[in-house]
């Protein structure tokens, strides 16, 4: 009977709740850490190898330029204790977190995932690979206010990486300890965009992950615009959707919209590096009117394969978005009403984009573009 009372009230407290308990148990189980440890070599960077998310891309940026910088590296694929899908073929010599575990002694560990992940990562870990090692958490978060869990998490980390000034400026305000910013070291790639709007028509595109809230990502703002913007034939618009398989139901309505729009396509599923690469070098425009991003790192990785970026001018794509590429969209923040996921019951704002001023950028976009082919 006292078992049963216990699961009815797991199952009927809220998500946050839940998630507050979890990582309270992964932190009894994982060393509490106040002192301070000195950096020291080698570097062990944890990391969801095995996923295809926009936080596992950044863990492969972190090494591509740590490598550059030179030292002892080792890569720790976190991926299971995240519990995320395993949807990319790893690099070859990752350590598994069986493996990291045995290693003792000095060096620093940077771990890629945000709470409660990052301490369901500290837990698997353990004690004895975490005991005389230097931690550091490489935390993307979208709002100006940290939830709970985050809060709690700052007691067994020695300092904070974060990819722009948006995301430090939340996290100083919560803690005293060294918050560094260490922006995605996204590599020029070696083709670019040269021509666009060729036969007069504007190709935009925008990349989302169905699992980062929707209303975050706000792709019906990006449809809305685009129909202001253009006449039938003007443009075309491409969704690149992944993990549309968390909200079936909205995916499915999303997908109606879509239809109903001339010109306006939906890509879904992995792609390889390369397919990426020619699905940017396909396009002329970047178009994203989310009301938060951490960073934007699709954003970015538009605008060094050349693409024109319309994006909401609020919250870490400001880090990069500057000159001729750059358009930011004029934006209201507003107070932000969501009602599931990591943020809700959070007390927080966030951009609201001007989607007609949105619209007459694209028209003057691809007035200007097609001149030049003229």
């Known amino acids: 009977m006292g078992r049963s009372l216990l699961k ?11 998630l507050l308990f979890c990582a309270g148990l992964c932190l009894l189980r994982a060393q509490k ?11 062990f960077v944890c990391g969801a190898f095995g996923n295809t998310s926009g936080l596992a891309q950044g863990a492969r940026l972190y090494v591509e330029h740590r490598r550059e910088m030179g030292g002892h590296l080792h890569m720790v694929d976190i991926t299971n204790s995240m519990r995320m899908p395993r949807d990319r073929q790893p690099a070859e010599g990752l ?18 995932a945000n709470p409660p992940q990052f301490q369901l990562a500290l837990c698997a870990l353990g004690k004895g690979f975490l005991r005389g090692k230097r931690v550091v958490g490489y935390w993307a978060w979208e709002l100006e206010t940290l939830p709970p869990v985050w809060k709690h998490a700052l007691d067994y980390v020695d300092a904070v ?20 910013v260490a922006p995605h070291a996204v590599p020029v790639p070696q083709r670019r965009k040269t021509e666009y709007a060729r036969e007069g028509v504007l190709r935009c595109l925008y990349v989302f992950d ?49 239809a109903a729009s001339p010109g306006v396509s939906i890509i879904t599923g992995v792609l390889e590096p390369e397919a990426m690469e020619d699905l940017y070098l396909r396009h002329d425009v970047y178009l994203s009117l989310h009301r938060s991003e951490g960073f934007g790192l699709t954003i970015l990785e538009a605008m060094r394969h050349g693409l024109h970026a319309v994006a909401t001018g ?22 932000m009403d969501i009602g599931s996921g990591p943020c809700k019951g959070l ?24 001149e030049t082919n003229a």
């Open 314 to 335: 609020w919250s870490g794509n400001m880090d990069f978005m500057t000159g001729g590429l750059a358009h930011p969209v004029p934006y209201t923040l507003v107070p």
């Open 161 to 180: 990486e974060v990819p722009s000034a948006f995301v430090a400026d939340a996290v100083r305000r919560c803690t005293r300890k060294p918050v560094t």
């Open 8 to 18: 009815r009230c797991w199952r009927a407290s809220p998500q946050s709740l839940r």
């Open 210 to 258: 169905a699992g980062s809230s929707w209303e975050r990502k706000n792709p019906r703002a990006v449809l809305e615009a685009f129909a202001r913007a253009f006449r039938p034939g003007e443009a075309e618009l491409t969704f690149k959707v992944g993990n549309e398989d968390t909200d079936p139901e909205r995916f499915a309505q999303f997908r109606t919209m879509c």
């Open 95 to 112: 350590l598994s977190e069986v493996d990291a575990a045995a290693m003792r002694g000095p060096g620093t560990v940077v771990i890629h």
């Open 33 to 43: 850490r106040r002192r301070e440890v000195a950096a020291a070599q080698p570097l």
């Open 347 to 370: 007390r927080a704002r966030w951009a609201e984009p001007d989607v007609e001023a949105a619209a007459a950028i694209l028209r003057k976009l691809h007035q200007e573009l097609a």
